[in-house]
C-alpha cells in the first residue's frame, strides 16, 4: 500500500473502515440495487454529513487539514462513530495541521519520586505507571509481583522495562498468563493507534509500530482495522503462577507528569470479601518480604 506524507493515510483508512461498518438499514436508506462496496458508499456518508460528494471524497484521501469542527462533527454522526472514534478523528485533524514551529522531540523523562512515593503507599493494590507506548515506567511491589510474566520475560528492553505490546504479542507464554487473551491484544493495539492519532511523529512509536508489524502477523491484522481506544477500564482475569487465578478491577488515571511524554497511572484491585482479595493479600505479602529480603541491610541493627 502506498504510504502517503504524513498522517494522510491513516485519515484514509480510519474513515474508510468505519464507512464499510454501516449497512444502509443502519441508516435509514434504501438498498435496492446491486452493492460494489461492502458499507456505505462515499455518496451516500456525505449525503448524511450535508456536505458534497467531491469534498467527502478528499476528506477521505486524507485532505483533513482546515476542516471545520463543525464539519468533522457531521462526518462523526454519519459513520456513528464511538465517542474514542470521534476524539480519534479529532486528533488526526489536530496533527495534520502545519505546525507553527517545528515540533519538539518527545523524550523519556524520569519518574519524579512522589510518584514512586504514592506507588508504594498503596500496599494492596497493583499500581504501575506506563507511557503512551505502553512501556512501564514505574511500579509498586505488588504490581512487580502481579506483573511478574513480563518483567520475567524476554521481550523487557535492556533496561528490563516491560512493554505489555510486546509482551502480548511476542511472549508464547502470554496466553497462559491473561484469561481473555483476545481481548488484551484488542485493547493494546487500540490504545497503540489512538496514541499514534496523538503524536504521529512520536519516532519511538513508530519504531515499536513498525517492529510488531514485522514480526507479528497478528498485530499486523489488528493494526490494519484501525481501531482505537482512549478511555478504559473494568475487569481482568489472570493465571499467575504464584497466587493462581485472580479477578482484579483496574482502572487508568491520566498523571501529568510531563508535556513532553504521556502518562498513566493503572491501579489494580480485588472486590473486597471475595476469594480474589485473599489471593491479592498472599500475593502482597510475599512481594513485600522479597522486598524486605533485596534491601542491603544499613549497619545500624543492634547486636
Same mark, same amino acid.
Not at 502477523?217 to 482505537?228: K, L, T
Not at 493462581?244 to 473486597?272: C, F, N, W
Given at each position: 500500500?502506498e504510504?502517503?506524507?504524513?498522517?494522510?493515510?491513516?485519515?484514509?483508512?480510519?474513515?474508510?473502515?468505519?464507512?464499510?461498518?454501516?449497512?444502509?438499514?443502519?441508516?435509514?436508506?434504501?438498498?435496492?440495487g446491486?452493492?460494489?462496496?461492502?458499507?456505505?458508499?462515499?455518496?451516500? #456518508?456525505?449525503?448524511?454529513?450535508?456536505?458534497?460528494?467531491?469534498?467527502?471524497?478528499?476528506?477521505e484521501? &486524507?485532505?483533513?487539514?482546515?476542516?471545520?469542527?463543525?464539519?468533522?462533527?457531521?462526518?462523526? %454522526?454519519?459513520?456513528?462513530l464511538?465517542?474514542d472514534?470521534?476524539?480519534?478523528?479529532?486528533?488526526?485533524?489536530?496533527?495534520?495541521?502545519?505546525?507553527? %514551529?517545528?515540533?519538539? *522531540?518527545?523524550? +523519556?523523562?524520569?519518574?519524579?519520586?512522589r510518584?514512586q512515593?504514592?506507588?508504594?503507599?498503596?500496599?494492596?493494590?497493583? $499500581?504501575?505507571?506506563?507511557? &503512551?507506548?505502553?512501556?512501564?515506567?514505574?511500579?509498586?511491589?505488588?504490581?512487580r509481583?502481579?506483573? $511478574?510474566?513480563?518483567?520475567?520475560?524476554?521481550?523487557?528492553?535492556? *533496561?528490563?522495562?516491560?512493554?505489555?505490546? %510486546?509482551?502480548?504479542?511476542?511472549?508464547?507464554? +502470554?496466553?497462559?498468563? #491473561?484469561v481473555?487473551?483476545?481481548? $488484551?491484544?484488542?485493547?493494546?493495539?487500540?490504545?497503540?493507534? =489512538?496514541?499514534?492519532?496523538r503524536?504521529? !511523529?512520536?519516532?519511538?512509536?513508530?519504531?515499536?509500530?513498525g517492529?510488531?508489524?514485522?514480526?507479528?502477523?497478528?498485530?499486523?491484522? *489488528?493494526?490494519?482495522? !484501525?481501531d482505537?481506544?482512549?478511555? !478504559?477500564?473494568?475487569?481482568?482475569?489472570?493465571? !499467575?503462577? /504464584?497466587?493462581?487465578?485472580?479477578?482484579?478491577?483496574?482502572?487508568?488515571? /491520566?498523571?501529568?507528569?510531563?508535556? *513532553?511524554?504521556?502518562?498513566?497511572?493503572?491501579i489494580?484491585?480485588?472486590?473486597?470479601?471475595?476469594?480474589?482479595? /485473599?489471593?491479592?493479600?498472599?500475593?502482597?505479602?510475599? $512481594?513485600?518480604?522479597?522486598?524486605?529480603? =533485596?534491601?542491603?541491610?544499613?549497619g545500624?541493627?543492634?547486636?
Amino acid at each position: 500500500m502506498e504510504r502517503l506524507p504524513d498522517n494522510r493515510a491513516d485519515i484514509r483508512d480510519f474513515l474508510a473502515t468505519r464507512r464499510a461498518k454501516i449497512t444502509p438499514e443502519q441508516v435509514g436508506l434504501p438498498t435496492s440495487g446491486r452493492r460494489r462496496v461492502p458499507g456505505l458508499r462515499r455518496e451516500e #456518508v456525505a449525503v448524511l454529513a450535508g456536505v458534497s460528494t467531491e469534498w467527502y471524497t478528499r476528506l477521505e484521501q &486524507g485532505h483533513i487539514s482546515g476542516v471545520s469542527e463543525d464539519v468533522l462533527d457531521a462526518v462523526a %454522526r454519519a459513520l456513528q462513530l464511538e465517542e474514542d472514534e470521534r476524539t480519534y478523528l479529532f486528533d488526526l485533524a489536530r496533527a495534520a495541521q502545519p505546525p507553527s %514551529r517545528t515540533p519538539r *522531540r518527545r523524550k +523519556a523523562v524520569d519518574i519524579p519520586p512522589r510518584v514512586q512515593w504514592l506507588l508504594d503507599s498503596m500496599t494492596l493494590s497493583a $499500581a504501575f505507571v506506563t507511557n &503512551g507506548r505502553l512501556d512501564i515506567v514505574a511500579t509498586n511491589a505488588l504490581a512487580r509481583a502481579l506483573f $511478574a510474566p513480563l518483567f520475567d520475560s524476554e521481550t523487557t528492553d535492556e *533496561r528490563g522495562r516491560p512493554n505489555f505490546a %510486546r509482551y502480548w504479542f511476542l511472549d508464547a507464554g +502470554a496466553p497462559d498468563f #491473561v484469561v481473555d487473551w483476545d481481548g $488484551a491484544l484488542g485493547a493494546t493495539v487500540a490504545l497503540l493507534r =489512538a496514541e499514534a492519532g496523538r503524536y504521529p !511523529h512520536d519516532k519511538a512509536l513508530r519504531e515499536l509500530v513498525g517492529e510488531l508489524c514485522t514480526v507479528s502477523a497478528e498485530f499486523r491484522n *489488528r493494526w490494519a482495522a !484501525h481501531d482505537v481506544r482512549i478511555h !478504559h477500564g473494568g475487569v481482568k482475569q489472570f493465571h !499467575h503462577p /504464584d497466587a493462581g487465578p485472580l479477578k482484579l478491577v483496574y482502572q487508568p488515571l /491520566d498523571l501529568p507528569i510531563s508535556l *513532553r511524554e504521556v502518562h498513566s497511572l493503572t491501579i489494580y484491585t480485588a472486590e473486597p470479601g471475595t476469594p480474589d482479595e /485473599d489471593r491479592l493479600k498472599l500475593l502482597a505479602s510475599w $512481594a513485600a518480604t522479597r522486598l524486605q529480603e =533485596a534491601e542491603p541491610a544499613d549497619g545500624r541493627d543492634l547486636p
